[in-house]
């Protein structure tokens, strides 16, 4: 079965770059979220969409933005890079019928 | 402020022994509960989840058991294997519509010894 697609799926930037985050939801999949864990630490609640839209929004710093488009891809954008931004990004998407959430294997993002 | 409390946080068991992870919510309006398997590297994979009409539920060597009376729910793995071990995540969330966001527990790094 389909699931969730991350890419890249290893990025390094430097301070103050920037850097983009795509994320392809499983097919049907009317509901994105995005989240971000530290090293050893629960994922954190970024920002989700629905239908395009943004339905939610966590703890995502101001230096953050993210679309959802027409074919329901989401792209989460990051600017001005810090050391602290260093860590496991995950897509994840789900019906917005249903409560299962399904989580791509996530985005290693390394600031140095 | 941590909406979901996890523990322990990290837990060894011999093989073939009982693995067993505890979480407390304070948020009543979670209405759906999941545990989340995570190996190293990986994005965490739904292992079994419960609703708080239910008090128990099996899938295989996984059973979630629920007390809403005090927010309170547990996984227990049964004859726990050493290909058990990685980190599990209880998460809860609102249930449906577009509030369907996990909350997460601080994860449990579970070593299964053989």
């Known amino acids: 079965a389909a699931g969730v697609i991350q890419s890249p799926r290893h990025l390094i930037k430097e301070k103050r770059e920037t850097a983009t985050l795509k994320c392809y939801p499983i097919?049907?999949?009317?509901?994105v979220y995005w989240y971000q864990q530290g090293p050893g630490q629960d994922p954190q609640f970024l920002i989700s969409?629905?239908?395009?839209?943004?339905?939610d929004k966590g703890s995502i710093p101001d230096r953050f933005s993210a679309q959802q488009f027409s074919d329901y891809h989401s792209e989460l954008n990051m600017s001005s890079l810090e050391l602290g931004d260093s860590a496991l990004y995950f897509c994840?998407?789900?019906?917005?019928?249903?409560?299962?959430?399904?989580f791509g294997e996530g985005s290693w993002l390394t600031v140095v | 402020q941590q909406q979901v409390k996890q523990s322990p946080q990290s837990l060894i068991v011999q093989k073939g022994g009982i693995s067993i992870i505890n979480c407390a919510y304070e948020?009543?309006?979670?209405?759906?509960f999941p545990w989340y398997q995570q190996f190293p590297g990986k994005g965490p994979a739904l292992l079994i989840a419960?609703?708080?009409?239910?008090s128990e539920k099996k899938e295989g060597r996984f059973t979630i058991s629920f007390n809403k009376s005090a927010k309170q729910f547990s996984l227990h793995i049964m004859d726990s294997q050493p290909g058990d071990s990685a980190t599990y995540f209880c998460?809860?969330?609102?249930?449906?519509?577009?509030?369907?966001?996990?909350?997460f527990g601080q994860g449990t790094t579970l070593q299964v010894k053989p």
């Open positions: 994840a998407s789900s019906l917005i019928s249903g409560n299962t959430i399904y």
């Open positions: 097919p049907r999949h009317d509901t």
């Open positions: 969409f629905y239908e395009k839209m943004q339905s």
């Open positions: 948020n009543t309006a979670f209405d759906y």
């Open positions: 419960i609703r708080p009409d239910v």
């Open positions: 998460a809860a969330s609102k249930g449906s519509s577009n509030t369907g966001k996990l909350i």
